[in-house]
C-alpha cells in the first residue's frame, strides 16, 4: 500500500467510521469531526481539536496547519482510539493519497490506536468487539483491509476474529504505519533559486532580521534533526527514492532576555530556545523564529514573524516584523528576529507564518509582498489562500512579555 | 426627571389603549392588565405573590398610598443592588421566585455573603436589613419584602424597566444618603401619579357610591342609616335598577352594573364597610383638638390604606387555601369553593346581609345558568323556565345543602387535625386549644412544668409529641379533648381526599399544608356558621316557604327584564 | 345604634365615598381578567433570560407577541448579560456582517471551507472565567435563542447552516445580541 489512494476507517465498537473528507480550515478556529457533510459537530471535537494543534497536538506537527473539518460518516464516540486512524488519515491527506468523498480507493486501511506525543501507539481495547462488528456490518471495496491495531493490544485478538480479508498490522510507533504506506521519504528535487531576505517592510529600525544560510549562528544549536530512524517492521517495503520532505523542515523559537536586569534590552543579552506558544517568563526583548532543514533535500521557505497587538494601531508606522524568504539547503538554517517596540510594558503576541515548498512559486512571493500593511485578518486570508495552494503552511502564534523596565 | 424617561403614562402592554378604557366606562384594560400580570406571576413554584401581598399592592394603589412604600422600596433597592451581585437588584426583586420573607432572608444572607459592603454600609439584623447612611439608619423588614416587591414588579409592569431602573440608577449612582432614596422614590412617585392619572379613574367608582347614596336616601329617607343598608335595600336596588329610571333618579349607565344580583350584594357589603369608615373617622375627628388643621374632605391616602387593611379582607380564606402549601391538601373541592365564595369575599359584610347571601346561593346560581343561555343565544322556551325559578333551590333547600356542606367540611378539618396529631405537629396543640378554649390545661401545664426546668416559654421538639399524647388522654386533659382528638383521628381514616391519604401524609409538603390551612379552613368555616346563624334568626323556618315564593316572583320579574323577551 | 349617613359630617362622607371607590376598584384590579392569558411579569421575563433551553421558546413567542415588552427584554438581558453586542455602525452595513465586536466579547462569522453552506460562529470572550451557556440574538420580531458549549481557551465555536437563523440574525446589522 505504498502507492495509491487509500480510504481510511476508524474502527469503532459501533463498526467502522469512515473518514469522508478532510478540510483545512481557517487557522483560527478550532479542529471539528462532522457527521457526514453535517453541521452537527461530534462530541470528541474538543478532543480532535487538542490532538491537532501544536504545541500538544500531533497533526500540526506533522502537516504544519492547526485547524481542519473532518466528515466522518458515523459517530464516533468517547476514548482516544479514533486517534491513530485520524492521524494516518492526516498523513495521507498532506500527501495527497486519502480517498475522499467515496472517490475510489486502491487500499482501505482501518485502524484503532491511541496516539502520543512521541508517536507511540497505545492500547485501547474491544479491539475484537470492533473487529466483528466490523465483519457484520461493512463490506470494504477494497481487499486486503489493513488492519492497524496497537501492538500492546494483539493478545486480544482472539484467533479467526479479524473478517475474511483484513490483514492485521499490529504496530507500536506511527512511523511504522508511515513507512508502510510509503509516507514521508525524502525524493530528489531540482534545486530552486538562491536566499533573498526582504527586511522591515514597512518597519522603521525596531526591526532585526537575520538571515542565517549556516547551522552556526551566535551560539545557537541548530534544532536537532528529529526524523526518528524508522522502526524496523517485518511489512516495511524497501525505502523508496529521496522526496521532498516539507516535514523536515523545521520551525523553532528562541526568546532573547537582557543579560540582567538594569542593562534592560540595551545590552547583549541571552537566547533560550522555547516552545512556541508556552507561557514564558516577563522580561522578552525579543523573538528569533528560525526554520531548519533536516531533510535530505533543499527546500524553499518563507518565514514572516509580525509582532500583534492593540499597540499597532498607536504605532501604525514602527511595526516590527521580518521576513525572510529563499531556498534553504539541508542542514541550513535561516531566521528572522523581531522585538516589540521599546515603549511596550504589556504582553505582546509575535506571529509567525513559515510557507514550505520543494521550489520556487511566485505566487507565494505575491503574497508576501504587501503582508506588512496586512490586518490581523488580512493575515488570515493570506494564510487561508496558502492553505489552498497546497503548500505546507504553519502558522505559530507565542505570547511575549516585554521587559518591564 | 422620571417624566421624560418614562415619556409614556399610558404605556400598554397588552394592546389596550386610551380608547378601550373609554369604551369601558373608566376602567383602564391597561391597569387591569398591568395587575394581572403581577398576580398571574408564578415561576414554577406556585403564585410568586400570595393573595395578601397583592390585596395589599391593591389597597395601595387604589387609595395612591405608594409615597411611603416607594420610600420603603428605594431603600431596599440600595441593599438589594449590592446583594444582587453581578446582576445588582434585579437578582433579589426578580430572582426569588416565591415572595415570602424566608426567600428574601435566604437571598439578602447569600448576598451579605460575597459583598463586602454588608460589613460596613448594610447589615443583616435579626428580622431584615439595616441601611448605615452617615445621615441616619433605616431599616427594611424581611416581612415588607415580598410586599415591596409586588410593588416593583407592578412598577416596571406599568412604567417599563428602563424608566425604573432609570430613576434608580440615578439613586444608586448618588451619595450614599438617606436624602438620595427619597430624591428616588419622589421622582418614582411622580412617575406613578401621572400613569394612574390616566389609568386609574375614580369616576365611575364615586358614580356607583353615589347612586347608591341617592337610592337609600330616596328608599329609606334622608335620615337613612347604617342599618338601613340590608338585605331588603339590596333586593330592592336590585330589582329597581333600570336603565331608564331607577328608584326615581335619573337615568345613567350604573344600572348595568348592576345586572347580577350579586354586583348588588357586593356594592351594597362596600357601602356598609364605606359608612363604617366613615363612622370611624367622625368619631376621630370628634375627639381632635380645636384648631385642627384637617381640611374638610381632605383623605389622606395612608389613612385610607389603614381603612382598606383593617375593613378589607376579602377573598383571602379560599385564596389561602389556593396556594402553596396548602394547596398540596384539598381541602375543598372545587364546587364547595364556589359555594362558600360569596361568605370568603364579603367576610363579616356576609353575616350582615345573610339573606342576600341565602338569595344569591339560590337564584344567584340561576342568573349564572340564565346569564350562559343569553351568551349563546338559547332560545326562549329554554331560557322562560329558569326565569320562573323552575328547577332552582328552594330556601329550604339551600338551608339544607349548607347544613350538609358545613358537616362535610367539619369532617375535613377534623381529618386534618387527626393527620397534625398523626404527623406529630404543635399546631395540632394549637388547633384543639382554639377549638376547646375552656379546656383544663392545669395538670399539663404542670407536667410540661416539670418537663421545661420550670418555666414553659416554648415548646421544644420533644415536648410535642408528650404534648398531643396528653391531650388525647383523659385523664390529663378531660373528656372534651380527648374526644376532639379521637373524633379527629377517626375522621382522618374516613377522608380520601388529596392530601389525606397515607401515602400523601408523609410528604412534608403536605404536612404544612394541613398546618397552613386548617386554621384558615376553621375560620372560614366559622364565619360560615355565623352566617347559617344570622339567616336562621332572620328566616325562621315557618316563614321560608313563603319569603322563597315572594322571593320568586321579584326575582322572575327582574330575569324577564334582563333576560326574557323584552331583552 | 345605627350609624347614620348624615351623622358622619362632611369628612366622615368623604371619607365613606374614598373607602368605597378603593374597594370598587381594589376588586375590579384583583378580579381584572380575561380570555386572553396577561404578559409576562419582570419575574417571569428574567426567570426566562436566566433560564436555559426550556425557556427559549417562551421568550421568543413573548418577543414576538408584545411589542412594548422587546424594551424591558432588552433591559434585563443588558442586566443579566456576561457580554453584549450592540448593532452594527450604519457605515458598515453594506454588507452582510461578518464581524460584531461588543462589551465582553467579539464574534466573527466562518464560512466553511468544507462546506460553503455552513458557517462557524467563533466567540471570542474578553474574560474566560465568564462563561455563557447561550447566545440571545433579536432582530425585528425574532429572537433567536443557541445553547454554547463551554469556551475552550476563552472561545467557543458553533457550527451551522449558513441559513439558519443564528447566521442570518448574526449578518444582520440591526440584529443586537447578548451572551448569557
Not at chain 2, 346581609?353 to 343561555?373: C, D, E, K, M, Y
Amino acid at each position: 500500500m505504498t502507492t495509491g489512494r487509500v480510504r481510511v476507517v476508524v474502527a469503532t465498537t459501533e463498526g467502522p467510521a469512515e473518514i469522508r473528507r478532510i478540510t483545512a480550515e481557517d487557522p483560527s478556529l478550532r479542529s471539528v469531526i462532522c457527521l457526514a457533510g453535517t453541521s452537527q459537530a461530534l462530541p470528541i471535537s474538543n478532543a480532535y481539536d487538542a490532538f491537532v494543534r501544536a504545541p500538544t497536538g500531533m497533526i500540526e506537527r506533522a502537516v504544519g496547519h492547526p485547524a481542519f473539518r473532518v466528515d466522518v460518516d458515523r459517530p464516533i464516540g468517547d476514548g482516544e482510539s479514533w486517534q491513530l486512524g485520524l492521524y494516518l488519515a492526516h498523513r495521507l491527506k498532506a500527501a495527497g493519497r486519502l480517498a475522499e468523498d467515496g472517490a475510489p480507493a486502491d487500499g482501505v486501511l482501518w485502524a484503532t490506536g491511541r496516539v502520543d506525543h512521541d508517536g507511540r501507539i497505545g492500547s485501547v481495547g474491544r479491539i475484537d468487539v470492533k473487529l466483528r462488528r466490523s465483519g457484520e456490518s461493512w463490506r470494504p471495496e477494497a481487499a486486503p483491509v489493513l488492519a492497524i491495531v496497537p501492538v500492546a493490544d494483539r493478545e486480544q485478538i482472539e484467533e479467526g476474529a479479524a473478517p475474511a480479508g483484513f490483514e492485521l498490522l499490529p504496530v507500536d510507533q506511527v512511523d511504522m504505519v508511515i513507512q508502510h504506506l510509503g509516507l514521508g521519504i525524502p525524493r530528489p528535487v531540482r534545486a530552486g533559486p538562491p536566499w533573498r531576505f526582504v527586511g522591515g517592510l514597512a518597519a522603521a529600525g525596531v526591526v532585526a532580521i537575520v538571515l542565517v544560510l549556516s547551522p552556526a549562528d551566535v551560539g545557537i544549536e541548530p534544532p536537532p534533526a528529529v526524523e526518528a530512524p524508522l522502526p524496523a517492521s517485518t511489512r516495511v517495503a524497501s525505502p523508496p527514492t529521496a522526496a521532498f520532505e516539507p516535514m523536515a523542515l523545521r520551525l523553532a523559537l528562541e526568546e532573547k532576555h537582557a543579560q540582567t536586569s538594569d542593562a534592560g534590552c540595551a545590552g547583549a543579552g541571552t537566547l533560550a530556545a522555547v516552545e512556541p506558544g508556552a507561557e514564558t517568563v516577563a522580561g522578552v526583548c525579543a523573538l528569533r523564529w528560525s526554520v531548519a532543514n533536516t531533510g535530505a533535500v533543499s527546500a524553499h521557505v518563507w518565514l514572516y514573524a509580525v509582532v500583534e497587538g492593540a499597540f499597532r494601531e498607536y504605532a501604525s508606522r514602527t511595526r516590527s516584523s521580518g521576513y525572510a524568504a529563499g531556498r534553504l539547503e539541508p542542514g541550513a538554517v535561516a531566521s528572522v528576529t523581531v522585538a516589540p517596540p521599546s515603549w511596550l510594558r504589556r504582553a505582546a503576541t509575535v506571529r509567525a507564518i513559515l510557507v514550505v515548498a520543494a521550489g520556487e512559486r511566485p505566487q507565494i512571493d505575491q503574497v508576501f509582498t504587501d503582508i506588512d500593511l496586512a490586518s490581523a485578518d488580512d493575515l488570515d486570508r493570506k494564510v487561508a489562500g496558502l492553505i489552498d495552494l497546497g503548500v505546507h503552511v504553519v502558522d505559530r502564534r507565542h505570547r511575549l512579555i516585554p521587559s518591564l523596565r | 426627571m422620571v417624566g421624560a424617561t418614562t415619556g409614556d403614562a399610558r404605556r400598554d402592554v397588552g394592546g389596550a389603549s386610551v380608547g378601550r378604557m373609554v369604551l369601558d366606562g373608566g376602567r383602564s384594560a391597561a391597569l387591569d392588565q398591568a395587575f394581572r400580570t403581577v398576580a398571574d406571576t408564578d415561576l414554577g413554584e406556585g403564585a410568586k405573590y400570595g393573595p395578601a401581598t397583592i390585596r395589599a399592592l391593591a389597597h395601595v394603589i387604589t387609595a395612591r398610598a405608594y409615597g411611603k412604600p416607594l420610600l420603603e422600596l428605594a431603600h431596599l433597592v440600595r441593599v438589594a443592588e449590592a446583594a444582587g451581585g453581578r446582576h445588582g437588584w434585579p437578582a433579589v426583586f426578580f430572582g426569588v421566585r416565591v415572595a415570602r420573607p424566608s426567600a428574601f432572608r435566604a437571598a439578602m444572607q447569600i448576598g451579605a455573603r460575597r459583598c463586602a459592603a454588608f460589613d460596613a454600609e448594610f447589615s443583616l439584623v435579626e428580622d431584615g436589613v439595616e441601611i448605615a447612611y452617615p445621615d441616619g439608619v433605616f431599616r427594611v423588614t424581611y416581612g415588607r419584602m415580598p410586599f415591596l416587591a409586588a410593588l416593583m414588579e407592578f412598577l416596571v409592569t406599568a412604567l417599563g424597566y428602563r424608566a425604573v431602573d432609570g430613576v434608580l440608577r440615578q439613586g444608586l449612582d448618588g451619595r450614599f444618603a438617606a436624602g438620595t432614596a427619597s430624591a428616588s422614590a419622589n421622582a418614582l412617585s411622580r412617575a406613578l401619579y401621572d400613569h394612574l392619572k390616566a389609568h386609574l379613574p375614580a369616576a365611575q367608582a364615586v358614580r356607583r357610591f353615589r347612586r347608591l347614596i341617592a337610592f337609600l336616601a330616596a328608599a329609606r329617607g334622608a335620615g337613612f342609616g347604617l342599618d338601613d343598608v340590608d338585605d331588603q335595600a339590596v333586593l330592592d336596588y336590585w330589582a329597581g335598577a333600570e336603565p331608564d329610571t331607577a328608584a326615581g333618579h335619573p337615568a345613567d349607565d350604573g344600572a348595568d352594573d348592576v345586572r347580577t344580583f350579586r354586583a348588588a350584594v357586593e356594592q351594597m357589603a362596600r357601602l356598609r364597610t364605606a359608612i363604617e369608615a366613615g363612622a370611624e373617622r367622625r368619631a376621630i375627628d370628634g375627639a381632635a383638638p380645636l384648631g385642627s388643621d384637617r381640611e374638610r374632605g381632605e383623605i389622606d391616602p395612608e389613612m385610607l390604606v389603614g381603612v382598606l387593611e383593617a375593613h378589607d379582607e376579602a377573598g383571602d380564606p379560599l385564596a389561602v387555601l389556593a396556594e402553596f402549601p396548602a394547596a398540596r391538601v384539598k381541602f375543598l373541592t372545587g364546587r364547595e369553593t364556589a359555594e362558600l365564595d360569596p361568605i370568603a369575599a364579603l367576610g363579616r359584610q356576609a353575616v350582615a346581609l345573610p339573606l342576600s347571601i341565602l338569595r344569591l346561593a339560590t337564584f344567584g346560581a340561576v342568573q349564572n345558568r340564565l346569564a350562559q343561555a343569553a351568551r349563546r343565544r338559547a332560545p326562549l322556551a329554554e331560557r322562560t323556565p329558569l326565569i320562573n325559578g323552575v328547577g332552582g333551590e328552594t330556601y329550604a333547600e339551600r338551608r339544607e345543602h349548607w347544613r350538609a356542606l358545613a358537616d362535610r367540611v367539619q369532617r375535613i378539618a377534623m381529618a386534618a387535625l387527626g393527620a397534625l396529631l398523626e404527623a406529630g405537629r404543635l399546631e395540632a396543640a394549637t388547633e384543639i386549644i382554639d377549638q376547646a378554649p375552656d379546656l383544663d390545661l392545669s395538670v399539663l401545664r404542670r407536667d410540661l412544668t416539670a418537663q421545661g426546668g420550670g418555666a414553659v416559654v416554648a415548646l421544644r421538639g420533644d415536648m410535642a409529641a408528650g404534648l398531643l399524647t396528653a391531650l388525647g388522654d383523659r385523664t390529663v386533659v378531660g373528656d372534651r379533648a380527648a374526644d376532639l382528638v379521637a373524633e379527629a383521628r377517626g375522621a382522618l381514616r374516613a377522608v380520601s381526599r388529596s392530601g389525606f391519604t397515607a401515602g400523601d401524609r408523609a410528604d412534608p409538603e403536605v404536612r404544612d399544608g394541613l398546618a397552613a390551612g386548617l386554621p384558615v379552613l376553621r375560620r372560614l368555616m366559622a364565619r360560615f356558621s355565623e352566617l347559617r346563624a344570622a339567616v336562621d334568626a332572620a328566616l325562621p323556618v315557618e316563614r321560608q316557604d313563603a319569603r322563597f315564593a315572594a322571593d320568586r316572583a321579584v326575582f322572575a320579574r327582574r330575569f324577564e327584564r334582563l333576560y326574557g323577551e323584552a331583552a | 345604634m345605627s350609624v347614620g349617613w348624615r351623622d358622619l359630617g362632611a369628612n366622615g362622607q368623604a371619607l365613606a365615598e374614598a373607602v368605597y371607590t378603593a374597594l370598587d376598584r381594589t376588586a375590579e384590579l384583583r378580579t381584572a381578567g380575561g380570555d386572553d392569558e396577561a404578559p409576562p411579569s419582570s419575574s417571569t421575563l428574567w426567570a426566562w433570560v436566566m433560564g436555559g433551553a426550556e425557556t427559549r421558546d417562551r421568550l421568543a413567542a413573548t418577543w414576538r407577541r408584545y411589542p412594548a415588552l422587546k424594551d424591558d427584554v432588552a433591559a434585563l438581558l443588558d442586566r443579566a448579560a456576561v457580554a453584549s453586542l450592540p448593532r452594527v455602525a450604519a457605515a458598515a452595513t453594506e454588507d452582510a456582517v461578518a464581524r460584531r465586536i461588543g462589551t465582553g466579547a467579539a464574534i466573527r462569522l466562518l464560512p466553511s471551507r468544507a462546506t460553503p453552506d455552513q458557517t462557524y460562529v467563533v466567540i471570542t470572550l474578553d474574560d474566560p472565567d465568564r462563561t455563557p451557556g447561550q447566545l440571545i440574538a433579536v432582530t425585528g420580531d425574532d429572537l433567536v435563542v443557541q445553547r454554547l458549549d463551554p469556551p475552550v481557551d476563552g472561545t467557543i465555536q458553533v457550527l451551522t447552516e449558513t441559513a439558519s437563523d443564528l447566521v442570518r440574525a448574526l449578518a444582520d446589522a440591526e440584529t443586537r445580541v447578548w451572551l448569557l
